[in-house]
């Protein structure tokens, strides 16, 4: 267990609805990552952070905006829902100086 | 860009049996790390084992072991004595360090779903 939470577990919202995805870390560490999981397409990286306020894009970022204002949380923002982002997402962490990801225990997102 | 392709969608083993689950990397680089995680039914991502390029000797973590040929970008995971608690999605994951700045990003292959038989 990595100390890495995820809230909520689940949702349901309606498209065009704005979303935030929240994911604690109780363990200071550096690296934090967005992921969105999709049946055929595996794991695909969102967003990352390496730093407080430092973040930048993965391979599919477009529709989703991430920040970052404290070592412990990174949130992870759907401006305005659609259907195409409906998904299970997950957060992970890396330390630094470590190679491994710990990933929390996703969010199932439906967007109807 | 990196790829990671991972060619067999759906296995399955019969309990106490050894079972290899297969995958390729595409990549330039001679520094890099390979991974595999495993998702069970209950959807957490676990890390199983890693192996760093630079390192000939083939990592193993208890009843797991890898078997990495560099030169032919190959990275197999072998499950030996499996149990029904093996059942579950298993991803390849390539990542690239990083010398500075930034961070490194994993890819993933698409996942092995594997079905232990009782």
């Known amino acids: 267990d990595a100390g890495i939470t995820q809230s909520p577990r689940h949702k349901v919202t309606e498209t065009g609805t704005p979303v935030t995805l929240r994911c604690h870390q109780t363990e200071n560490h550096r690296y934090m990552y967005w992921y969105r999981q999709d049946p055929g397409h595996g794991l695909r990286l969102i967003h990352y952070?390496?730093?407080?306020?430092?973040?930048d894009k993965g391979e599919v970022s477009d529709g989703y905006s991430v920040s970052r204002s404290k070592t412990e949380d990174f949130l992870l923002t759907l401006e305005s829902a659609t259907s195409s982002q409906t998904s299970v997402y997950f957060c992970?962490?890396?330390?630094?100086?470590?190679?491994?990801?710990?990933f929390g225990p996703g969010t199932r997102l439906t967007v109807t | 860009a990196q790829t990671v392709t991972q060619s067999q969608p759906e296995m399955s083993v019969q309990e106490a049996e050894t079972v290899t689950l297969s995958c390729t990397y595409d990549t330039s680089e001679s520094n890099y790390y390979l991974f595999w995680y495993k998702q069970p039914p209950s959807r957490q991502m676990i890390l199983v084992i890693r192996?760093?390029?630079?390192?000939?000797q083939n990592a193993t973590e208890n009843r797991f072991s890898v078997n990495f040929q560099k030169a032919a970008k190959s990275f197999s995971l072998k499950i030996s004595d499996s149990q029904l608690g093996d059942t579950a999605m298993y991803f390849c994951a390539f990542m690239k360090p990083r010398p500075q700045g930034g961070s490194e990003k994993l890819v993933f292959g698409k996942g092995t779903k594997l079905t232990v038989n009782p």
């Open positions: 992970a962490i890396r330390a630094a100086g470590g190679a491994e990801q710990y």
């Open positions: 192996q760093e390029a630079y390192k000939q």
């Open positions: 952070s390496y730093g407080v306020k430092d973040t």
